[in-house]
């Protein structure tokens, strides 16, 4: 028997009554198909018609006929009592499997080197999951997850917000790029310091990895000729080609760098990669899915 469900004033108790009467034609066959007291199902087809505001049968002298609202009313009840038994089934296979939609951000010197690359094998695990990825600066980012607008960010650690759940993936190494022909290009290591004759190229304000290279600079004492900010590592690799000045640049975006050398800094220096969530006792399927895949992809890269 269809579990009672409130729809519009009716329930779905009602309408398998209604339709077993339609069925049978007959209230007193209804009811013991349906293993129920003949007064029970005439009682529920009666707040029926009266939460309808119209009769459903006509009663005749031996037998039962639709009127014309029943008739009209009796393919959608039956298709909604069909939909309410499949739904278990439905329920068991949404339970089971991974599905739904996921809202991915990453800020712009992770999302291309690190995340991009990951997406494919991602998407093809989990077919079901309807991804959406977009790209933000981390304050932009933060503020989309603590909105709810995403689901999960991929950033550099730690993360200023209330409520955040953060997870550490791995430590990106940072290094000093410069042209292949500088004086430093055949030193393994180099000390910062040694540096401050040179131009510091720099991503602008808003990208979290300045705030990591100045603080990076800031703890060995670097000092530099002067600054050039730029929107992305592209144009900080293309100036570092042509002679314009140095640069502080995360492993991950070492593609960038031919015709360049990235020389190891010393003391060593890093960035925190990792993934913010919103704390909650609920997670879909596609999110638990998304971190596990970012944390079996971490474990895959060498430790440092």
């Known amino acids: 028997m269809v579990q009672k469900a409130r729809i519009r004033g009716f329930d779905l ?16 066959r209804a009811a013991d198909d349906l293993g129920i007291a003949q007064p029970s ?7 029926l018609e009266q939460g309808l505001g119209a009769a459903l049968f006509e009663r005749l002298n031996r037998r039962i006929e639709l009127t014309p609202l029943g008739e ?14 499949a739904l278990p089934d439905h329920f068991e296979r949404a339970r089971e499997g991974v599905h739904g939609g996921l809202r991915v951000g990453a800020i712009p010197t992770i ?3 690190y995340l991009a690359p990951l997406l494919r094998g991602f998407t093809e695990r989990y077919a079901g999951v309807d991804l959406n990825v977009r790209e933000g600066t981390t304050a932009e980012l933060v503020q989309q997850v603590l909105d709810g607008l995403l689901d999960v960010s991929v950033v550099s650690l730690p993360v200023a917000g209330a409520g955040l759940v953060m997870k550490e993936l791995f430590r990106d190494p940072l290094y000093l790029a410069v042209p292949n022909d500088h004086p430093l290009a055949s030193s393994e290591k180099v000390q910062l310091r040694r540096l401050s004759e040179e131009r510091l190229l720099i991503l602008k304000d808003g990208h979290c990895l300045r705030d990591e290279t100045l603080a990076v600079c800031d703890r060995v004492r670097a000092r530099f000729t002067g600054q050039f900010e730029a929107d992305q590592f592209l144009t900080i690799f293309e100036l570092i080609r042509a002679g314009f000045g140095v640069s502080i640049v995360p492993e991950m975006a070492r593609g960038l760098s031919q015709g360049c050398r990235m020389i190891e800094i010393e003391p060593k220096a890093s960035r925190r990669v990792g993934y913010i969530r919103l704390e909650r006792r609920y997670l879909s399927k596609a999110l638990e899915s998304f971190t596990g895949y970012l944390k079996e992809a971490a474990g895959i890269r060498k430790p440092r």
């Open 13 to 28: 108790r009602q309408l398998e009554y209604f339709c077993a009467v339609a069925r049978t034609g007959s209230f007193t």
């Open 41 to 47: 199902l005439s009682e529920q087809i009666a707040k």
């Open 72 to 85: 009209a009313i009796l393919g959608r009840a039956q298709a909604l009592l069909e939909d309410a038994a």
């Open 111 to 113: 999302l291309p080197y």
